[in-house]
């Protein structure tokens, strides 16, 4: 957080990645070199999803754990109230403590397969505010705390295609000031696809007091029924000219995942030019499109990739002060 407070400073662009946890060893294995290959660009952080509902708790304790110490790159490991009740956050927090991770992105989280409201479970958190209180009374300032915001509100402020009306928008963003207020350091978003609706969001953050900062959610598209999938289930607006460039390429992965570059690109030079200097790149595990964009960006060298890594230990094995990779 405070390389990203220090940048904002600075006036240098910084981004980072997020990945989550695959579902087989091998996955896990192949992720760890994807990681490998892309933190040699240097992201600000790397961060790893906490699975719907708990589901893949132990897992993302020891991949966050693994990120931290044996790819050695800054982690950020989110954590949600689903399922949990306050001793198995406290277990979550104690375990990352002791690995040296200082990031939570800490989350409500959605209800449980096949329930459609959250509810609080016996002993545990009803929203991703009071996990933030939790956080901070209990951790003090240990933790850098970041915390989800929604440009176009959260999807249950959300009741039809319009969107949320400005009520909620509102009632939204004044709870995200409550969620900042309580001790969250910096915020994400969610995905978007309208660029204004990013900025507008920021504006509205400012003029009601956020002053954190408010780190843009970039999910390229990969693939279109995945994207269609993804924007559904956040009901994410997505303007006529996507829906436009994509139907006739639907059908044809090379180029879907060619025009997702460019669309990616165009939105996030529209918001450096409005000065933030933060991208957050949603990478679904995959490195070709993150990286295309960052390239185009001129923010990376796809040249200076180190091959092959001699320094890296057999996952099992961790890193120590003497085989840090120096960054
Ligand atoms: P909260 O901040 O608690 O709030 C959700 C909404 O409920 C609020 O926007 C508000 O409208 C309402 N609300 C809640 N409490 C109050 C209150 N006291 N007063 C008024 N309104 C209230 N899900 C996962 O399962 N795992 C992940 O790793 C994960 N990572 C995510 C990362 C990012 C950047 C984002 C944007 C989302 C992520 N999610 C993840 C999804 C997230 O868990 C869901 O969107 C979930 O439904 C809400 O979580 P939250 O932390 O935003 O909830």
Same mark, same amino acid.
């Given at each position: 957080?405070?390389?990203?407070?220090?940048?904002?400073k600075?006036?240098?662009?910084?981004?980072s990645?997020e990945?989550?946890?695959?579902k087989?060893e091998?996955?896990?294995?192949?992720?760890?070199? +994807?990681m490998?290959?892309?933190?040699?660009?240097?992201p600000?952080?790397?961060?790893?999803t906490?699975?719907?509902?708990?589901?893949?708790a132990?897992l993302?304790l020891d991949?966050s754990?693994?990120?931290?110490?044996?790819?050695?790159?800054e982690?950020?490991?989110?954590?949600?109230c689903?399922n949990m009740?306050?001793?198995?956050i406290?277990h979550?927090?104690a375990?990352?403590?002791?690995?040296g991770?200082?990031?939570?992105?800490?989350?409500?989280?959605?209800?449980?397969?096949?329930?459609?409201?959250?509810?609080?479970?016996?002993?545990?958190?009803?929203?991703?505010?009071?996990?933030?209180k939790?956080?901070?009374?209990?951790?003090?300032?240990?933790?850098g705390?970041?915390?989800?915001?929604y440009?176009e509100?959260?999807?249950?402020?959300?009741?039809?295609?319009?969107g949320?009306t400005?009520?909620?928008?509102?009632?939204d963003?004044?709870?995200?000031?409550l969620?900042?207020?309580?001790?969250a350091?910096?915020?994400?978003?969610q995905l978007?696809?309208?660029t204004?609706?990013?900025?507008?969001?920021?504006?509205?953050? +400012?003029?009601?007091?956020?002053?954190?900062?408010?780190?843009?959610?970039?999910?390229p598209?990969?693939?279109?029924?995945?994207?269609?999938?993804?924007?559904?289930?956040?009901?994410t607006?997505?303007?006529s000219e996507?829906?436009?460039?994509?139907?006739?390429?639907?059908?044809?992965?090379?180029?879907?995942?060619?025009?997702?570059?460019?669309?990616?690109?165009?939105?996030?030079?529209?918001i450096?030019?409005?000065?933030?200097?933060?991208?957050?790149?949603y990478?679904?595990n995959?490195?070709k499109?993150a990286?295309?964009?960052?390239?185009n960006?001129?923010?990376?060298?796809?040249?200076?990739?180190?091959?092959?890594l001699?320094? +890296?230990?057999?996952?099992?094995?961790l890193r120590?002060?003497?085989?840090? +990779?120096?960054?």
């Amino acid at each position: 957080i405070e390389k990203i407070q220090n940048a904002e400073k600075e006036g240098k662009v910084v981004f980072s990645f997020e990945f989550f946890p695959p579902k087989t060893e091998e996955g896990v294995e192949n992720l760890f070199d +994807r990681m490998d290959r892309m933190v040699e660009h240097q992201p600000s952080f790397c961060d790893i999803t906490w699975g719907a509902g708990g589901s893949t708790a132990d897992l993302t304790l020891d991949i966050s754990n693994k990120m931290q110490n044996m790819i050695c790159v800054e982690s950020m490991m989110h954590l949600t109230c689903t399922n949990m009740p306050v001793e198995k956050i406290d277990h979550a927090l104690a375990t990352i403590k002791a690995n040296g991770i200082q990031n939570v992105l800490a989350l409500r989280g959605d209800p449980p397969h096949g329930q459609d409201k959250f509810v609080q479970v016996e002993g545990g958190f009803a929203c991703a505010l009071d996990l933030v209180k939790h956080i901070r009374s209990k951790y003090g300032d240990y933790f850098g705390i970041t915390v989800a915001g929604y440009p176009e509100a959260h999807p249950d402020m959300i009741k039809n295609e319009v969107g949320a009306t400005e009520e909620d928008y509102q009632k939204d963003l004044a709870y995200l000031k409550l969620k900042v207020d309580a001790g969250a350091d910096l915020i994400i978003t969610q995905l978007f696809y309208d660029t204004d609706i990013y900025l507008k969001f920021v504006n509205d953050c +400012r003029q009601i007091g956020i002053k954190c900062p408010i780190v843009p959610g970039i999910m390229p598209i990969n693939n279109y029924k995945g994207f269609i999938r993804m924007a559904g289930f956040c009901k994410t607006k997505i303007p006529s000219e996507i829906t436009a460039a994509l139907e006739p390429i639907k059908d044809n992965e090379e180029a879907v995942r060619a025009y997702g570059i460019h669309l990616g690109t165009e939105m996030c030079k529209k918001i450096l030019a409005h000065g933030i200097k933060t991208l957050h790149l949603y990478t679904l595990n995959m490195e070709k499109s993150a990286l295309g964009i960052l390239a185009n960006l001129g923010l990376i060298d796809m040249t200076k990739i180190r091959r092959p890594l001699p320094w +890296r230990p057999a996952t099992n094995v961790l890193r120590t002060k003497e085989n840090v +990779r120096p960054i």
